[in-house]
């Protein structure tokens, strides 16, 4: 599993390249007002709420200034740390994305209101269907969780560690097995 993780981030590099979709320019996937880092643990909160908001798994538009730049993002199957790397695999990820349904199950802030030095920390639980854009068009369909931890000085993320309540063998399976008729017609198509 780990190869076919590589093997997609070398894809999506490569689809990139060729459609030059990556604007070098500035920082990705950021509107402008959201170019500084938060000023408050509570504005942390909510510019997080809104990424999810706004799919950002899955549309590729993500706060960047969210997270420091040498922040640690983890899965199940890799880990590495870089911001550009993760906002650049999330807006690659939309060439094999041809539906997606997500549904938050849990939001949970573990010191939000917390006493100097006290990190915060914020626990995400949904429900993610994607169907992929492959000949056979499987549908992954899992529960996602991930750990936002943030630093308490700077406020920004320095760790995004995804969980997957699946197991790799299960994992397996979805990706190579065709996805059910009736269940890629009730995954919304993704509109990037």
Same mark, same amino acid.
């Given at each position: 599993?780990?190869?076919?993780?590589?093997?997609?981030?070398?894809?999506?590099?490569?689809?990139?390249?060729? %459609?030059?979709?990556?604007?070098?320019?500035?920082? %990705?996937?950021?509107?402008?007002?959201?170019?500084?880092?938060?000023?408050?643990?509570?504005?942390?909160?909510?510019?997080?709420?809104?990424?999810?908001?706004?799919?950002?798994?899955?549309?590729?538009?993500?706060?960047?200034?969210?997270?420091?730049?040498?922040?640690?993002?983890?899965?199940?199957?890799?880990?590495?740390?870089?911001?550009?790397?993760?906002?650049? @695999?999330?807006? @690659?990820?939309?060439?094999?994305?041809?539906?997606? %349904?997500?549904?938050?199950?849990?939001?949970?802030?573990?010191?939000?209101?917390?006493?100097?030095?006290?990190?915060?920390?914020?626990?995400?639980?949904?429900?993610?269907?994607?169907?992929? @854009?492959?000949?056979?068009?499987?549908?992954?369909?899992?529960?996602?969780?991930?750990?936002?931890?943030?630093?308490?000085?700077?406020?920004?993320?320095?760790?995004?560690?995804?969980?997957?309540?699946?197991?790799?063998?299960?994992?397996?399976?979805?990706?190579? %097995?065709?996805?059910?008729?009736?269940?890629?017609?009730?995954?919304?198509?993704?509109?990037?």
């Amino acid at each position: 599993l780990k190869a076919v993780w590589a093997a997609t981030e070398l894809f999506g590099q490569a689809a990139a390249a060729v %459609s030059k979709s990556l604007d070098k320019g500035g920082v %990705s996937g950021v509107d402008a007002e959201l170019a500084d880092a938060p000023a408050t643990r509570g504005e942390a909160v909510q510019r997080l709420r809104d990424d999810y908001d706004r799919d950002y798994f899955v549309s590729g538009q993500v706060d960047a200034a969210l997270y420091a730049e040498d922040c640690v993002f983890a899965d199940p199957f890799a880990s590495f740390a870089g911001r550009q790397r993760f906002i650049d @695999n999330l807006q @690659n990820l939309g060439a094999f994305i041809t539906g997606a %349904s997500l549904k938050m199950l849990d939001y949970d802030v573990v010191g939000e209101q917390g006493k100097e030095g006290e990190p915060l920390v914020v626990l995400t639980r949904l429900v993610v269907k994607l169907q992929l @854009n492959l000949p056979w068009k499987p549908v992954l369909a899992w529960v996602w969780g991930v750990r936002h931890e943030f630093d308490p000085a700077s406020l920004q993320q320095t760790v995004h560690k995804e969980s997957w309540e699946v197991s790799a063998g299960e994992g397996v399976r979805q990706l190579f %097995s065709p996805g059910s008729e009736v269940v890629r017609s009730k995954i919304p198509p993704v509109g990037r």
